[in-house]
Every structure is written in C-alpha cells, then in structure tokens.
C-alpha cells in the first residue's frame, strides 16, 4: 500500500461589501476575500495540498487567476475537479485536516456545514474531515482583519 501526504496554504486580503466564502459556505460578515474566484482560502490551500500530494504543482498552475474562465468561479467546483484528479491518478483520500486564521467573524459556528459541504464536493465522509478555527491574537494581517489564511493537509492512500 502507498501513501502521500500533501500541504496546502492559501491567504487572501479581506475588503468591505464583499462576499465571505469559507470551506464552500457563505459566512455572515461585513468583509470578504478580494480574489480572481470566490477567494475561498480554505478550499484553494486544500486544492493545494491535494496537488502537492501527487506532485502537480499548485492551483495556480491548473487553474490561472489569469484566465476569464475562472472569473468568479465557485471554490467547490475547482475541489471537485482536483478530487477527479486524485482518482484518476488512482488514489483515494484518507482525511483531509484544516486550519483557518481569522480574527473575526468566529468560524466555529459554521464548521460543520463546512465539513458537510467539503464531503459532499469530494465525495468522502465528513468524518474523515477536520476544520479547525483560530485567531491570531489580533498579531499580524489576520489579527488586523486585513485578511484571512488556511492551512490544509492531506493523506491519500492507494492499494
């Protein structure tokens, strides 16, 4: 049996009037991510670490922040496609564990429909998904609420 484990980081500035999309849910706030897509940091450094585990690169790589056709673009299909790519690769995903930096709003409320919304998009049970939330003690961008982060990483499993 192989294994791989991936990483994945993902930071987006946080600006008035905008939507907040964490984790393919929308969060009640009076900011949100300044972005090319629906800037959903959890979801693109989970992309990351999905991509990284099988050695292709990053998101950026197969979906440009450059390019008109994902102007907007919900995070989930995006998931969707990069968990396509973990199959047809032949792996499977064993978990996937998240962490978000954010000073306000609080997360923790919303983690479970974050998890729900991940499992249903990467077709995986929600238990093999973990979210965690945190803040930075009001240090750094994060603290400032000039942006938000995410942290993800990954184990994939082939037979």
């Known amino acids: 049996m192989d294994f791989r484990t991936g990483n994945g980081y993902d930071v987006h500035q946080l600006a008035e009037g905008l939507p907040l999309v964490l984790g393919g849910v929308k969060i009640p706030h ?3 991510c300044v ?4 800037g959903d940091v959890l979801i693109h450094a989970l992309c990351d670490a ?3 585990a099988l050695g292709l690169g990053d ?3 197969h ?3 450059t390019s ?3 102007a907007g673009i919900d995070s989930r299909i995006l998931l969707s496609r990069v968990t396509a790519m973990v199959r047809e690769a032949g792996w499977e995903i064993v978990n996937v564990d998240n962490t978000l930096l954010a000073q306000r709003p609080k997360i923790a409320p919303f983690i479970l429909q974050m998890r729900q919304a991940l499992a249903e998009t990467m077709r995986i049970p929600v238990r093999s998904i973990s979210i965690k939330a945190t803040t930075t003690e009001r240090l750094g961008f994060v603290g400032r609420e ?3 982060a995410a942290y993800a990483t990954c184990l ?4």
């Not at 994939?156 to 037979?159: D, G, I, Q, S």
């Open 68 to 70: 008109e056709e994902y």
């Open 30 to 32: 009076t900011k949100g």
């Open 146 to 148: 000039e942006g938000v």
């Open 50 to 52: 999905l991509l990284g």
């Open 35 to 38: 972005a090319h897509s629906d």
């Open 59 to 61: 998101i950026g790589q």
């Open 63 to 65: 979906f440009p922040d």
């Open 156 to 159: 994939l499993r082939r037979e």
